[in-house]
């Protein structure tokens, strides 16, 4: 996937619009794939992105969260939290099975499938110019700020 033209999607977005990639072309864009609204993981890197999120308009460059949640749940957290960024609904796991972070993953002792923390930096011309796969939270988004300096 990396240094590819990033495959096209629409999905349903928070705010009533919905968002199809190719449409953002033109400005740098982050991606972020996270398992679940609302868990301890998922709300602490959805913060960071807040918290950032100055820094990241100053480039240019325009953060979308992905999970299989619903556009309520999606609404809520957003809402709860002050994201200023929008969160995309993908309920049917195709833009998760597009980017590939549908993975089995061990929660206490069982084996599910689920979206395996992921990242994505997209040029301004729809390019995937870097992945990150197995994300661990601390100081993740400092590192996604960093790498989209390097865009311009």
């Given at each position: 996937m990396l240094d590819q033209p990033a495959p096209d999607f629409e999905l349903p977005a928070?705010?009533?619009k919905p968002f199809r990639l190719s449409g953002a072309k033109g400005k740098p864009l982050v991606l972020y794939f996270y398992p679940k609204d609302s868990t301890p993981g998922c709300t602490t890197e959805g913060q960071q992105f807040r918290d950032f999120h100055p820094e990241f308009q100053k480039l240019g460059c325009?953060?979308?969260g992905v999970s299989r949640d619903s556009m309520k749940s999606h609404e809520n957290f957003k809402s709860r939290m002050g994201f200023p960024f929008e969160l995309l609904s993908d309920g049917d796991e195709a833009v998760c099975k597009l980017f590939g972070v549908i993975k089995m993953k061990t929660m206490y002792g069982r084996k599910v499938r689920g979206i395996e923390r992921s990242t994505f930096a997209i040029d301004?011309?729809?390019v995937v110019r870097r992945e990150w796969r197995g994300v661990k939270v601390p100081g993740h988004v400092r590192e996604v700020l960093e790498f989209v300096k390097t865009l311009k």
């Amino acid at each position: 996937m990396l240094d590819q033209p990033a495959p096209d999607f629409e999905l349903p977005a928070t705010g009533g619009k919905p968002f199809r990639l190719s449409g953002a072309k033109g400005k740098p864009l982050v991606l972020y794939f996270y398992p679940k609204d609302s868990t301890p993981g998922c709300t602490t890197e959805g913060q960071q992105f807040r918290d950032f999120h100055p820094e990241f308009q100053k480039l240019g460059c325009a953060v979308y969260g992905v999970s299989r949640d619903s556009m309520k749940s999606h609404e809520n957290f957003k809402s709860r939290m002050g994201f200023p960024f929008e969160l995309l609904s993908d309920g049917d796991e195709a833009v998760c099975k597009l980017f590939g972070v549908i993975k089995m993953k061990t929660m206490y002792g069982r084996k599910v499938r689920g979206i395996e923390r992921s990242t994505f930096a997209i040029d301004n011309e729809g390019v995937v110019r870097r992945e990150w796969r197995g994300v661990k939270v601390p100081g993740h988004v400092r590192e996604v700020l960093e790498f989209v300096k390097t865009l311009k």
